[in-house]
């Protein structure tokens, strides 16, 4: 079972400490897991040419999205971690999103795979929003089935450094509920 994280994440913050997490549990459980940094990689963004991509069936961008989108494919499930801006992702995530349209267009079979979705911020309700319309959006159209969803709160400006998620006391049971995750994507791959 190979698993694929993508973390869209601007910076090294929470949504990448609780990817790192996610991977010492998996690893675990003998399940592979790959962690792609958005913020590492080529991303242009979508320029919404859609009489090329729709005739071609292709991106004509020579960026990192044609690999990313192979290991999709090729992932039996995903993990999409992400902060909280404004009740949405931050536009690296979007222009991953954006990007992945050409799954849609290709009406590439992604109904096998299963995903968690996690936000962290500073505004709960905000979070569960965001977390709400990643899997009911993006998701849901590209029929991917979101089995668990997370929503942590985050202080780390009052830190000064960008990664508090497991020692603020406003998660108490963040490591339990990371467990849990895990095991249930776990045991849905194993159901299928
Ligand atoms: C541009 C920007 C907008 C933000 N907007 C919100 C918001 O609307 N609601 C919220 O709960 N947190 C908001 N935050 C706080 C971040 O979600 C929070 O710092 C989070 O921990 C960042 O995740 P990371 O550590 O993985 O980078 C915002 C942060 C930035 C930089």
Known sequence: M????????????????????????????????????????????????????NKNLDC?????MAEIREKMIDADGYIFAMPNYFAMPPGLFKDFIDKCSILYTTETDLTSKRAIVIS?????????????NISENFCSILKIKVIAKGAFVSRSE???????????GLNQDIEQQLKNMAEELAESLKKD
């Open 60 to 64: 004509h961008h020579d960026d990192d």
């Open 2 to 53: 190979k698993i694929l994280s993508i973390c869209g994440s601007p910076r090294k913050g929470n949504s990448e400490a609780i990817l790192n997490r996610l991977k010492q549990e998996l690893e675990k459980k003998g399940i592979e897991n790959e962690i792609i940094l958005l913020r590492n990689k080529n991303i242009q963004r979508c320029n919404g040419c859609v009489e090329y991509c």
């Open 158 to 168: 009052l830190k000064g450094n960008d990664n508090d998620i497991f020692e603020n």
């Open 120 to 132: 962290v911020g500073t505004d709960l309700e905000n979070i569960k929003e965001n977390v709400r």
